[in-house]
T-cell receptor, first 114, second 114 residues
Framework: DAKTTQPTSMDCAEGRAANLPCNHS???????VYWYRQIHSQGPQYIIH???NNETNEMASLIITEDRKSSTLILPHATLRDTAVYYC???????????????FGQGTILTVHP | NAGVMQNPRHLVRRRGQEARLRCSPM?????VYWYRQLPEEGLKFMVY????????ESGMPKERFSAEFPKEGPSILRIQQVVRGDSAAYFC????????????FGQGTRLTVV
């Protein structure tokens, strides 16, 4: 089962920042936070991941709280093409029976409107 | 660097036939994951393989399904005696290791059982 909780859906105006929250209150010290998105039944697309520090790349920023129990994915200037299902996933970094695999929950349906 | 390649993109099988789905990981990637997405549902983990080894098959149905990732060639997901309920999109992902590195997904194979 997924170890994350996300809102079912969110709306965002084109050109504005989209802030997608994720709760992972039971995250362990050896688990990373990953974000993927799936646009209209295409293959999931990797966005970003982090352990405890905030991360930024060309697509998005990831803000992880100090206690690591929650995080926020930020799309700084959302476009219509960012409409997708966004998945927040915790992934074991080393060892254990869950090593390596990504367990997808229901995700957040983000709709970007004009 | 080519991405994860899955073929065929669409596959139609009659009930009782066999389906073979192929996944060529990205160059340098030795870890492969298979996922299934039923219509209007989320992504479900099936199996995680490393070259010549099955690491985690906890999501594989007990019968009719098998997977392999030989030393040479693509990973194969094999479904014997397909039934209508096997109709789904099957996605493959690859990563260089199972640890804190991105896993990249292919565009999937849409299997339709008639």
């Amino acid at each position: 089962d997924a170890k994350t909780t996300q809102p079912t859906s969110m709306d965002c105006a084109e050109g504005r920042a989209a802030n997608l929250p994720c709760n992972h209150s039971t995250i362990s010290g050896n688990e990373y936070v990953y974000w993927y998105r799936q646009i209209h039944s295409q293959g999931p697309q990797y966005i970003i991941h982090g352990l405890k520090n905030n991360e930024t790349n060309e697509m998005a920023s990831l803000i992880i709280t100090e206690d690591r129990k929650s995080s926020t994915l930020i799309l700084p200037h959302a476009t219509l093409r960012d409409t997708a299902v966004y998945y927040c996933i915790v992934r074991v970094a080393d060892g254990g029976t869950s090593y390596g695999k990504l367990t997808f929950g229901q995700g957040t349906i983000l709709t970007v409107h004009p | 660097n080519a991405g994860v390649m899955q073929n065929p993109r669409h596959l139609v099988r009659r009930r009782g036939q066999e389906a073979r789905l192929r996944c060529s990981p990205m160059k340098g990637h030795s870890h492969v994951y298979w996922y299934r997405q039923l219509p209007e549902e989320g992504l479900k983990f099936m199996v995680y393989l490393q070259k010549e080894n099955i690491i985690d098959e906890s999501g594989m149905p007990k019968e009719r399904f098998s997977a392999e990732f030989p030393k040479e060639g693509p990973s194969i997901l094999r479904i014997q005696q397909v039934v209508r309920g096997d109709s789904a999109a099957y996605f493959c992902a690859s990563s260089p290791t199972g640890s804190n590195t991105e896993a990249f997904f292919g565009q999937g194979t849409r299997l339709t059982v008639v």
